[in-house]
């Protein structure tokens, strides 16, 4: 057995190169807004997406000071992210595997579900903090593994966390909590210091720079808890528990170790892991049946920084369940379960180069491929922000003014005009407007849209579309139709300018 199991993580790693490989090429469109919040402040020492307007975008603010010094030490910065990346998720993976290195087949298992996991190969790749998180959380569980937790590095890791991403602390504060059961007073006060540290240095510098503690993605894109959203992300999270596969790693373990153990036994040594258990339950299926299929989230990206942790937890019980077979017994049943691992992830790595980006049954790109999408969405966002640099210089006052450019996407296409003013609805959001991109079209020299995928012609612009003049246009398909992107050129845009900060007046104009 532990000879399968050890040429088995030999091979998952192996696989795993593969798979870095294979989803390279794929950049997620909203790495390029981190992107440039980072050439903002190495270049102009401001962090923000528009200069002037101090507008925090950031949902990990850690992920923006790691690019500002790659922006700063490299001339491709995205490539660099790109190494990074693989840095994190290598070291996630010895993590995760060192952890379980006293029995072969739990860190078989461990490796089945992370190392060959299409998904998390794909966040490794894809541009944004994922891997990143990935690796702090996974060092964060394997600080509070063992008793005694190690409580005080911990909550440091809990606090970079939270710059990685908010959320975490749905994760992170529960499982310091139960660890820090039965100890004396002074440990919960050192403890609660060292983990709101950093969350406190950010929120204050977010408070003072941009107004407001939180990104304006939490007023945007906030949870929904309306019984539609609710069914869909729960499908959702379905979802991700069958394909990432660990209803079959801890079906398996929950299964063999009530048969063989007792349910009393079983409890026990799921009590043991306890804070960590909670910590799941609220960052992944509460948080996840509120936010699982918000924009961006495609391809269980919500989920995929606590995978190594499920996995770990997982392949434990299947281990313990395993060890109570006898030899013959444990053999086949173990090769069985990695077996259908690896088939799983192989067949899902080829739907999500190939077809789907979100394989699942809900939420954004279920028909386009990562192939697909660096192919056709990316070079087109490219080819609009071309037409407009090329279109600017020759309007009157383009020498005395930035253009300002109204789109529904503010990665790629913004980072390719760095000086235009970008009106969208993450960067452009004020408090007293909300978003609104109809009001915003009336700012606008450029007009950035695509229909039908976002609505008619008509139904986006404020005014009859005869009266704009269309600089570029191309019709490709996307994610299951064809669609038709656009820039088009406003001959009379209004004056006003928005408020430099998220709290000031809203001025937009009315249609």
């Not at 990074?84 to 739990?106: C, D, E, H, N, Q």
């Not at 964060?140 to 890791?157: I, N, T, Y």
């Not at 009530?258 to 609220?282: E, F, P, Y």
Request: proline fraction near 7%; include cysteine; aromatic fraction near 10%.
């Amino acid at each position: 057995m532990n000879g399968f199991a050890r040429a088995y993580s030999a091979l998952a790693i192996g696989a795993a190169a593969s798979l870095l490989v294979l989803y390279y090429p794929f950049t997620a469109e909203d790495a390029w807004i981190v992107l440039r919040y980072a050439r903002n402040a190495a270049e102009h020492g401001e962090l923000t997406f528009n200069r002037g307007e101090f507008i925090n975008a950031l949902t990990s603010p850690l992920d923006a000071l790691i690019r500002i010094v790659l922006h700063k030490a490299t001339a491709d910065p995205l490539t660099a992210h790109k190494g990074m990346a693989v840095l994190y998720s290598a070291g996630t993976l010895v993590l995760g595997a060192a952890k379980l290195r006293r029995g072969p087949a739990g860190q078989a298992a461990y490796l089945g579900l992370v190392a060959l996991s299409a998904p998390f190969a794909l966040w490794t790749m894809g541009g944004l903090e994922t891997p990143m998180l990935a690796l702090i959380v996974t060092a964060f569980a394997v600080l509070l593994w063992d008793a005694p937790p190690r409580l005080l590095p911990a909550a440091a890791l809990a606090g970079l966390a939270f710059l990685a991403r908010h959320d975490s602390v749905l994760f992170t504060g529960p499982a310091l909590l139960w660890a820090a059961v039965g100890r004396p007073l002074r440990d919960w006060i050192t403890t609660g210091v060292c983990a709101a540290a950093l969350p406190l240095a950010w929120m204050g510098f977010a408070l003072a720079y941009y107004h407001d503690i939180f990104p304006t993605s939490l007023h945007i894109k906030a949870p929904g808890a309306d019984p539609v959203s609710l069914g869909w992300n729960l499908v959702y999270l379905g979802d991700f528990g069958l394909q990432s596969g660990l209803a079959v790693v801890l079906g398996g373990g929950l299964v063999l170790g009530i048969a063989l153990a007792g349910s009393k036994s079983l409890w026990a040594a799921i009590t043991a892991r306890g804070g960590l258990w909670l910590g799941l339950v609220l960052a992944v299926i509460v948080y996840g049946l509120l936010a699982a299929t918000v924009h961006m989230m495609f391809g269980f990206r919500l989920f995929l920084p606590y995978l190594p942790v499920l996995a770990l937890l997982g392949a434990e019980l299947l281990a313990r369940g395993i060890t109570l077979v006898d030899a013959a017994r444990a053999r086949p049943l173990a090769i069985g379960v990695l077996a259908l691992l690896a088939a799983q992830q192989a067949v899902l790595a080829l739907t999500i180069e190939r077809f789907a980006l979100n394989p699942s049954r809900v939420g954004e790109y279920q028909y386009i491929g990562a192939a697909a999408y660096e192919r056709n969405f990316i070079p087109t966002l490219a080819e609009a922000a071309a037409a407009i640099a090329a279109d600017w210089p020759r309007r009157p006052g383009a020498t005395t003014r930035r253009p300002r450019v109204l789109t529904f996407a503010a990665g790629r296409l913004p980072w390719d005009l760095p000086d235009a003013d970008i009106l969208e609805d993450l960067v452009a959001y004020r408090h007293a407007c909300g978003p609104d991109r109809r009001r915003l079209a009336l700012l606008a020299d450029y007009i950035h849209l695509v229909t039908p995928w976002s609505g008619s012609l008509a139904a986006q612009l404020p005014r009859p579309p005869a009266g704009y003049d269309v600089v570029w246009q191309r019709t490709t398909e996307f994610d299951g139709g064809d669609q038709t992107w656009m820039v088009l050129f406003n001959p009379a845009p209004d004056a006003v300018r928005l408020p430099a900060y998220v709290d000031g007046p809203c001025r937009l104009p009315e249609p």
